[in-house]
């Protein structure tokens, strides 16, 4: 093991993990990156394209390379970075995307065929023949494409999904961002800081600087301290903010037991919705490398890298490293690992007359040319002045300077702008409203500039908020000159990479400008640049250089790409927020649901809602046996139905009405206080949108009923009306669909059950008549409403309660309807008897049917304007011809298929003879066949036609007859006895 003195690990704690099947050790604070490194491995994987051997290049959320996978059967996770893994005993690694062993990797072949494999490659080739592309070309292509794996099997853990609100977010647990929390939380404000690490201090953890000339980790202790004393301020380690939307509110991920085995019994990550008044964005900065040939063998890292592993992690990638450099950075990492006992080979510095800042050789106005070593680094080559030489080391640092971390502050597409003394982008001025760049991101790199300016981007956000606040003592810190040099990459003949993780190399960004794919855009799709995983956070800023090079413009002229959502990437799981299998999504439960379930109801969802679809007897072994015993129960005797699911809408006020003739296709207005009104509401552009009933139980108070699958749709178009449309009006609505349960009572029988259930109401046909309504009690003197209306087309009655009694209500009707043998009745049932009477339902009022294609087109009213009316006047809609009709096969045995198109029997079969399509369709016990609803051209005059409905699905067909869509008592006697 290449361990090194020091750093932050707890040596105390020895942990055990396996890498492709190897048992190695580590220790508590390892990544699993610093312990694979402390125990020599450096070949981690296999790049994308071409599947060149890839080590370990950064130590943080930017790593390109070192991809594997975690855990092993339901809880595999693919495309981890081993540099942000915790190490954990246990913990099962394995590298991917490789065929056969990493270190023989039979599909390196096409490192050789990368001749074939330029930039834009998939645009040109697999164009012919064009028989190979399904038999040849795609099955080779989805073989070999992809990283990891998936294991296939359901995900066994549990997440969460969670909401906060803050004054100030912090995003960030550096010298910034902790110095930005400690100044708002003194002040009394509501802050949360979240940093993606496990500890908090960013890059001071990384480093050797000092803080009142003590080390920066005791600083970090004390603002720890501090921090748990104070109520106001939640710290979230191990929190990802990866996104910035509107109105102040952040996406973050919390890996809250990522760094275990297994979460046990509790969540595995949290999705965290923040909302913040405002927010200090403190995400540091990421290094950049330089390109040069060969450079991306494993080895070869970022030099701030070297030095996090050195200083954190103790731990080197090999006793003898050199060090490739624009800048002084580069010099620091050379001291800091000379300090830590490992030989440094060499500083090669491109720049000229720079001196050694430590004991090592320095190649001034040097560059690294090239680099040995098949599967991981030997020797690099160091060429000046036209002379070249080789330097044996098992390890290169390459310090190319720093980008702040602007993805954030463009994610509202604003763009970063270009400061020509950091040679960086830096935050643009169009970010999002309220946050505040600070630190590293907002180009301030140096130690004490980004103390300061955490504290300043604290002050200035919580003044906004009309806080007091208190200008901290900051310890004294220094800043480190850069000293950098504008050299992006070292030309020659040979490969250079850009892009690590796809293969992106200088040659493919010459060939995109050579071939005219110079827009950023453009670049980034023809060469697949920054659209690995890493989103080029290490390479998108040297593209743009070495495009702008080839283009003769500046890097800010060149532009840049848009930054989006996520920042790092985030599992589908946690998106989820374990809405999975029966919390897939949100479920209702009707009042009288327990008491069905006892009876034995078998449920089906109903939009949001579970409703009883049937209810199986003793003896009856098929679905449908227990859906006729429903349907002829009705017809004969009397069945009850929780239709508590339909909308119901309260509206008051003394323009209510008025507002209600405005939203309805017909009057409402002229209805009479004790009556109902059927109702259809009609969209802007004139089609058919709802129907229902409306109730008026005093002047000013009426009572709306919608279809269940609209309820939500009409209520919000409602309030748009009276918010937006009508604000004059004197009107107040309310949602009551989950205030009151509604039991419909159908069958002959109807009257005489409820006439046992009403208190004192006369229930006599004269006095309380088809359509009429009211509020009274029930079961001495609990308030009920009582609506007679019908949606079978039987005596009928829908009886509403406050909804905590509605499942009391269902027993005792039950109770007292046992002689009238009375039967409870589900959706399939309802469905049933609606289509007998010839009933439009959802499967009608599809969104493209008209209101004179459902029959109703008298009901639109010519005296008055309303919503659609106009628009359902226009030609296009006027002068559809198809209406509904009833289909009855030619026997009895006939079958009649829902969606199938009708046809004139013996005519061509195609879009341009279609003349119509099959709504609904059903078994009728009534009938004593399958019945159907449909739409027919012209099919209200064409009753005793034989038509043809083709169903090409499943190569059916069947001659049907027209009829009446009436299929059961079309005069409508039997709801008006």
Not at 233 to 242: E, P, Y
Not at 325 to 335: E, K
Request: aromatic share 8%; glycine share 10%; hydrophobic share 40%.
């Amino acid at each position: 093991m290449t361990r090194l003195s020091g750093g932050l690990i707890d040596r105390d704690r020895k942990l055990s993990f396996t890498f492709d099947g190897r048992v190695y050790y580590g220790h508590a604070g390892d990544t699993l990156a610093s312990a694979l490194l402390a125990n020599d491995v450096r070949l981690v994987g296999r790049s994308f394209k071409y599947h060149r051997p890839r080590g370990i290049f950064t130590a943080g959320s930017e790593e390109p390379n070192a991809l594997v996978e975690l855990r092993a059967g339901a809880r595999q996770e693919p495309n981890t970075r081993a540099t942000v893994a915790e190490l954990f005993d246990g913990l099962e690694a394995r590298s991917q995307n490789h065929m056969g062993p990493l270190n023989r990797d039979l599909l390196a072949v096409n490192d050789f065929l990368s001749p074939f494999f330029a930039a834009g490659f998939y645009y040109k080739t697999f164009m012919w023949p064009k028989a190979f592309w399904e038999k040849l070309y795609e099955p080779a292509i989805r073989k070999a494409a992809g990283l990891g794996s998936l294991s296939m099997q359901a995900d066994p853990d549990q997440y969460d999904k969670g909401f906060l609100h803050c004054d100030l977010l912090v995003i960030g647990g550096g010298a910034a961002g902790l110095v930005a929390a400690l100044t708002a939380a003194r002040a009394g404000a509501q802050v949360i800081l979240a940093d993606e690490d496990f500890r908090l201090g960013g890059r001071l953890l990384a480093e050797t600087l000092q803080l009142d000339h003590a080390p920066a980790t005791d600083w970090i202790a004390e603002i720890e301290a501090e921090f748990a004393s104070l109520p106001n301020l939640r710290v979230m380690r191990r929190t990802t903010v990866f996104g910035v939307y509107d109105h102040g509110i952040y996406g973050a991920v919390e890996r809250v037991a990522d760094h275990l085995a297994t979460p046990g019994e509790g969540v595995r990550q949290t999705l965290w919705r923040i909302t913040a008044k405002r927010a200090v964005l403190a995400a540091g900065a990421t290094e950049r490398h330089i390109p040069f040939a060969n450079n991306d063998r494993p080895g070869i890292m970022l030099a701030g890298a070297l030095r996090a592993y050195a200083n954190r992690w103790a731990v080197s990638p090999a006793s003898r490293v050199a060090i490739f450099t624009n800048n002084d950075d580069g010099h620091r990492t050379a001291r800091d690992l000379i300090a830590k006992g490992v030989e440094v080979a060499g500083v090669i510095d491109s720049r000229k007359g720079v001196h050694p800042q430590g004991s090592y050789p320095l190649f001034d106005g040097a560059v690294v040319s090239d680099s040995r070593g098949r599967l991981g680094l030997t020797r690099v080559e160091v060429s000046r002045d036209g002379q070249s030489h080789w330097i044996d080391c098992g390890a290169l640092g390459v310090a190319g300077g720093w980008n702040p971390n602007v993805q954030l502050t463009a994610h509202h597409r604003g763009r970063p702008t270009w400061n020509p003394d950091l040679l960086a982008f830096v935050p643009g001025t169009d970010g999002p409203s309220g946050l505040i760049p600070a630190g590293a991101t907002a180009g301030k790199g140096g130690l004490s500039a980004a103390l300061a300016d955490g504290a300043a981007a604290a002050l200035r956000a919580l003044e906004d908020l009309g806080f007091a606040v208190a200008t901290p003592t900051l310890p004294q810190a220094e800043d480190a000159p850069l000293g950098q040099a504008e050299f992006w990459h070292v030309p020659g003949t040979k490969r250079a990479w850009v892009d690590m993780q796809n293969d992106v190399t200088v040659k493919d960004i010459k060939l995109a400008h050579q071939e005219n794919m110079r827009p950023v855009e453009h670049l980034k799709r023809w060469t697949t640049l920054g659209m690995a995983t890493d989103q080029g956070k290490t390479a998108n800023v040297t593209a743009l250089a070495v495009m702008a090079e080839l283009t003769g413009k500046s890097i800010p002229a060149t532009g840049t790409t848009i930054f989006r959502p996520p920042y790092t990437p985030v599992s589908l799981s946690v998106l989820g927020g374990g809405d999975t299998g029966a919390h897939f999504r949100p479920y209702r439960l009707t009042p009288t649901h327990h008491w069905a379930e006892a009876e034995g109801a078998t449920f089906v969802e109903v939009g949001q809602w579970m409703r009883a679809q049937y209810f199986p007897r003793p003896g009856e072994t098929h679905w449908r046996q227990s859906v006729d015993r429903e349907v002829l129960a009705v017809r004969t005797g009397v069945g009850l139905c929780d239709v508590t699911t339909l909308g119901k809408v309260d509206v008051q006020g003394a323009d209510a009405a008025t507002f209600l003739d405005r939203l309805y296709a017909n009057t409402i207005s002229t209805l009479k206080v004790g009556r109902v009104r059927y109702g259809l509401m009609l969209r802007e552009d004139g089609f058919a949108y709802d129907d229902g009933t409306v109730a008026r139980m005093a002047e000013d108070h009426l009572v709306v009923t919608t279809t269940t699958a609209n309820a939500g749709l009409v209520y919000r178009q409602m309030e748009f009306a009276r918010q937006c449309l009508w604000p004059d009006l004197d009107v107040q609505l309310i949602s009551t669909t989950d205030a009151w349960a509604q039991i419909a009572v159908a069958g002959p029988k109807a009257r005489t059950l409820l006439e046992r259930v009403v208190d004192g109401t006369d229930l006599s046909n004269e006095a309380f008549p088809f359509m009429a309504c009211a509020e009274l009690t029930i079961c001495n003197g609990l308030r009920a409403r009582l609506f007679r209306i019908s949606f079978s087309g039987e005596l009928a009655y829908e009886i509403a309660v406050p909804a905590r009694y509605g499942h009391a209500l269902m027993q005792r009707m039950m109770e007292l309807g046992e002689d009238l043998g009375v039967t409870p009745y589900g959706t399939e049932a309802l469905g049933v008897l609606r289509i007998e009477k010839g009933h439009a339902a959802g499967n009608e009022l599809n969104g493209q049917t008209t209101a004179a294609m459902i029959g109703l087109g008298r009901m639109v009213s010519q005296k008055k304007d309303a919503l659609g009316v106009v628009m359902s006047r226009r030609e296009g809609l006027a002068g559809d011809r198809r209406r509904l009709v009833g289909l009855a096969p030619e026997t009895k045995s006939g079958k009649v298929t829902a969606g199938a198109h009708l046809f004139t029997e013996g005519a061509e079969q195609t879009m341009e003879t279609d003349q119509g399509w099959i709504t609904s369709a059903c078994y009728s016990p009534h009938v004593g066949s399958m019945i159907g609803l449909g739409y027919l051209e012209d099919g209200d005059s064409r009753l005793g036609e034989i038509i043809i409905a083709a169903n090409p699905l499943e190569g059916e067909s069947q001659r049907l007859r027209v009829v009446s869509p009436h299929f059961v008592d079309p005069e409508g006697g039997r709801q008006r006895v």
